[in-house]
């Protein structure tokens, strides 16, 4: 069965940077790459970019432009998200989920990341 | 960027009430919509993809309808697993997501 398994809650300094994993199986890993969502505390969903896991090919949101980087590996069929200059309102729980294309519904998600940063 | 909005923001009902949220796009994304339901601590659960397919093993009591800029969930018999929060997902030009509908018993 599909799973994405993400790597546990990290706390942060302000300015610090924060990598997230998403560890895949169930599928042909090149056949879909990651989306990740965020979801700061009591809010909405929000798009932060979508990797190919193909060509390793990548599309960003506007607002996280040169601040984040995602990567995918496929000789452990994981995806890594990488965000720098953390601030507080960085702070969210952080989802991967499998996606077609950087345009394209979301059919299994994994469990979400907390990434607290505070002073 | 194409916005989505959604609403209500909050809806209150009861057991076997039919639930509708309506999801509007700020310009038409034909049928490339999708909707998820999100319940507190967890991640969120794709119900319907293309406007109006629902997914594997999803309750036949969830339907979904539209397309261009309008759209509409609907929940014809509402049951005591469908309080959550509800989000739309464009897909027509990257992703962009709805605020989100509490459905909360009333």
């Known amino acids: 069965q599909v799973q994405l398994v993400q790597s546990g809650a990290e706390v942060k300094k302000p300015g610090a940077s924060v990598k997230v994993s998403c560890k895949a199986s169930?599928?042909?890993?090149?056949?879909?790459?990651f989306t990740w969502v965020r979801q700061a505390p009591g809010q909405g969903l929000e798009w932060m970019g979508y990797i190919s896991t193909e060509n390793g090919r990548t599309s960003y949101a506007d607002r996280f432009q040169g601040r984040v980087t995602m990567t995918a590996d496929t000789s452990t069929t994981t995806g890594n998200m990488e965000l720098r200059s953390l601030r507080s309102d960085d702070t969210a729980v952080y989802y991967c989920?499998?996606?077609?294309?950087?345009?394209?519904?979301?059919?299994?998600w994994g469990q979400g990341t907390l990434v607290t940063v505070s002073s | 960027d194409i916005q989505m909005t959604q609403s209500p923001s909050t809806l209150s009902a009861s057991v076997g009430d039919r639930v509708t949220i309506t999801c509007r796009a700020s310009e038409s994304i034909n049928a490339w919509l999708a909707w998820y339901q999100q319940k507190p601590g967890k991640a969120p659960k794709l119900l319907i993809y293309k406007a109006s397919t629902l997914e594997n093993e999803v309750p036949s009591r969830f339907s979904g309808s539209g397309s261009g800029t309008e759209f509409t969930l609907t929940i014809s018999s509402l049951q005591p697993d469908d309080f959550a929060t509800y989000f739309c997902q464009q897909y027509f030009s990257y992703v962009t997501f709805g605020q989100g509908t509490k459905v909360e018993s009333k």
């Open positions: 989920a499998r996606a077609r294309y950087s345009g394209s519904y979301l059919d299994f």
């Open positions: 169930g599928y042909i890993f090149t056949s879909y790459g």
